[in-house]
């Protein structure tokens, strides 16, 4: 194993760029892993971005990335329950590298029918959406609303619900093109929102009722929205704001209607809250992946030496789905 890595590193300019930098060493409690494919995610750019010297960002510099696939190669001091060989994969900071070190309670199996450059675009979409599913106390045969249906975490959460037995899977898209997107990751009833009004699309489609469950990754007005398009007793969680942080909400539907709201973020939950939310996921989840009823949608895999392609697709906002970074052995053909 050699002492240094590939990796791509945020705080430079205003793009990621690829150096070579020491590899990691799995503390206690670590794991080391030779990383072949890591998925972009939304939060990439801005991040990217806040940290650009040149237009006045912190100028700290880091490894990007938050989702890994590949395998064990060391462990740290006191690792139980995993082999150096075992496939993995995970979110985590500093993925868009050829080694990341991870808390052994944070990293998930990897199915052997998964190829790494599947399987990276998985982690972060299965621990949101399931951990979302999770607080919201949601149960087979409840119906769920997802609005933002076509972001990335957003198919991975459709395909979870209808998989755990969702009775009706609905989701949002601005845009009619990406009604068959949502229909093949399991949802039953697409809303167009700059067609419909998701409110009214989602009483009709539940009898007047409302959804059981909101797994929220759109904020703004739509979190407003959300509220009087739930069931009496149900519960909204907000995940994403994509159209902002800020919704004026109307408190009768939220007391009228004995709503329960919550706001997750994973990416900065506490160590034993992130741990129990993966052990949450491993008996119910990762067979479910195993079986191949959730598969990530990709947009376009590259290797990592052309991360600028990477780079400007998801500035363009049309990437339907995860840009995959794969990382070849520089050895290897
Ligand atoms: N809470 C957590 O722990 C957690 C974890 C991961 C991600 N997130 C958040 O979840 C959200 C989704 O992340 P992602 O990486 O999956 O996103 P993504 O794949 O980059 O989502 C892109 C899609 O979002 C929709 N969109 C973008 N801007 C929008 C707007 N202003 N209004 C409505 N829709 C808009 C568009 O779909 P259409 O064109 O079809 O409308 C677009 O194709 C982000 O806000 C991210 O920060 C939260």
Redesign the pocket.
């Given at each position: 194993m050699t002492s240094s890595m590939r990796a791509l590193i945020s705080g430079i300019g205003p793009e990621w760029v690829l150096r070579e930098v020491p590899r990691p060493q799995p503390a206690p409690g670590q794991i080391l892993i030779r990383n072949r494919a890591a998925a972009?995610?939304?939060?990439d750019l801005p991040m990217l971005a806040e940290a650009d010297p040149t237009r006045g960002g912190h100028g700290n510099e880091f490894i990007a990335g938050f989702e890994y696939a590949g395998e064990v190669v060391e462990l740290g001091d006191g690792v139980d329950g995993w082999q150096v060989g075992d496939q993995v994969m995970g979110s985590i900071p500093s993925s868009f590298a050829e080694y990341v070190v991870a808390d052994q309670r944070f990293v998930l199996p990897r199915p052997d029918n998964l190829d790494p450059a599947v399987a990276c675009a998985l982690p972060?979409?299965l621990l949101?959406e399931h951990?979302?599913l999770t607080i919201a106390g949601f149960t087979a045969g409840q119906s769920v609303l997802i609005t933002?249906a076509?972001?990335?975490?957003?198919l991975i959460g459709a395909q979870l619900a209808r998989a755990l037995g969702a009775s009706q899977v609905i989701g949002?898209?601005?845009?009619a093109a990406?009604r068959d997107l949502l229909k093949g990751a399991g949802v039953d009833t697409v809303i167009v929102?700059e067609e419909q009004d998701l409110t009214q699309a989602t009483l009709d489609a539940t009898d007047q009722q409302g959804v059981d469950v909101v797994l929220d990754?759109?904020a703004?007005q739509?979190f407003a929205q959300c509220l009087a398009a739930t069931k009496i007793d149900g519960h909204v969680v907000n995940?994403?704001?994509?159209?902002?942080p800020t919704s004026a909400i109307d408190l009768d539907d939220l007391s009228y209607r004995h709503l329960t709201v919550h706001g997750?973020?994973?990416?900065f939950s506490r160590d034993q809250e992130m741990a129990d939310v993966i052990a949450g996921l491993l008996p119910e989840v990762i067979p479910v992946v195993a079986r191949g009823q959730i598969r990530p949608v990709i947009d376009r895999t590259v290797d990592l030496t052309e991360y600028q392609q990477a780079a400007d697709r998801?500035r363009s906002?049309e990437?339907?789905?995860?840009l995959v970074l794969t990382m070849q052995d520089l050895d290897k053909p």
């Open positions: 972009t995610n939304n939060a972060t979409g949101t951990g979302s933002g076509s972001t990335g975490i957003g949002t898209t601005r845009t990406k929102t990754h759109i703004g739509t995940i994403g704001r994509l159209a902002g997750v973020s994973f990416g998801l906002g990437a339907v789905g995860k």
